[in-house]
């Protein structure tokens, strides 16, 4: 390469390798593997921010944030907020249950008159898929995911990848099996483009009612023996059996699911004792885990809730200092 075209070619590399591709994060569909580097990178500069005495940095100053929330959350909605004040930036949070939404305003018009409140990010999580790919139409600010309906997840997928990372130091050629309502479930899908996209060999589990035809075509394999894909798995990310969204219908009954799938300490030392145990929460306690599990030696489960608050305040920083 002509010496002048390998600069341009070398800037564009040191460009590439500090900001991230989109203005938005709307999936880990198609994010490229830099980005998702960047942002995992990132995070752990503001997890160390995390354990200081002074657990705060001026980063997004001046910056104002909205969370969204028309759905229900716990860890998600408050690691979003946490990470804002972290970063120093002013936040509102907005529930549907307190708002106008109750007496009927449109959806756009509740977005309209916030962003007319000068705000320069929306968090957004809605119980319909495609909710934030439509706010990127109606308005000017970044627009991050915080889940949407059945379709994607992405920061507790970058989170998981994190908390993964943290323990086996690489997620290339790392063997993650995703066990459970695959079909009902967002956090699924944004783990499988993520981890795809990093080199991990991704996997579901589960009974065949769970698993949506033709996943494999995402590159996944499919187990339904959860003994086998325990022995053959470096990760297991456990999924929640979402009874809200109708799980029922797809097995005969939570005790019937726990005694084929559930996730036992006994599964475990039979299978392979050298298992690192995900779950996104919450937890139903005795369906998918037991609670000697969740709570036991094989488990990151509250390190995902922690290292959530640093991968947050890395998407936020990155996404709010884009020019
Ligand atoms: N993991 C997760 O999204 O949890 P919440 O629904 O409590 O936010």
């Avoid at 009954?253 to 050298?274: L, W």
């Amino acid at each position: 390469m002509p010496f002048i075209l390998s600069i341009v070619q070398r800037f564009k590399n040191e460009r590439r390798n500090m900001s991230l591709t989109s203005r938005h994060l709307l999936g880990l569909q198609g994010v490229p593997k830099e980005d998702i580097q960047l942002i995992l990178d990132t995070a752990t500069t503001f997890r160390e921010v995390l354990e200081r005495p002074i657990k705060k940095v001026p980063t997004l100053q001046g910056k104002t944030i909205v969370n969204l929330f028309y759905e229900n959350s716990t860890r998600t909605r408050i690691s979003f907020e946490l990470a804002q004040k972290r970063l120093s930036a002013d936040t509102i949070n907005f529930s549907t249950s307190t708002s106008s939404a109750k007496k009927g305003e449109t959806f756009k018009d509740t977005v309209r008159n916030i962003e007319a409140m000068k705000v320069d990010m929306i968090v957004v999580r809605h119980e319909s898929a495609g909710v934030p790919q439509y706010l990127t139409r109606i308005s000017k600010a970044n627009i991050l995911n915080a889940g949407d309906g059945l379709h994607e997840h992405p920061t507790q997928g970058l989170l998981d990848m994190y908390s993964i990372r943290e323990k086996t130091g690489s997620l290339e050629g790392l063997k993650v099996c995703i066990v459970g309502d695959v079909g009902h479930s967002r956090v699924a899908l944004s783990n499988i483009f993520g981890l795809n996209s990093m080199g991990a060999k991704v996997s579901v589990c589960g009974p065949l009612t769970m698993i949506p035809v033709g996943i494999e075509k995402l590159g996944v394999k499919i187990y339904t023996d959860i003994n086998k894909a325990i022995a053959e798995n470096d990760v297991l990310n456990v999924l929640r059996i979402q009874l809200e969204r109708k799980a029922g219908q797809v097995i005969p009954s939570t005790r019937e699911y726990h005694n084929y799938y559930g996730i036992t300490a006994e599964r475990i030392e039979k299978n392979n004792k050298n298992i690192l145990i995900l779950h996104p929460g919450p937890i139903n306690r005795g369906v998918e885990i037991t609670s000697e599990v969740a709570d036991g030696p094989y488990q990151v489960i509250l390190d995902q809730v922690t290292n959530g608050v640093a991968v947050r305040m890395a998407v936020l920083y990155l996404l709010g200092t884009m020019h």
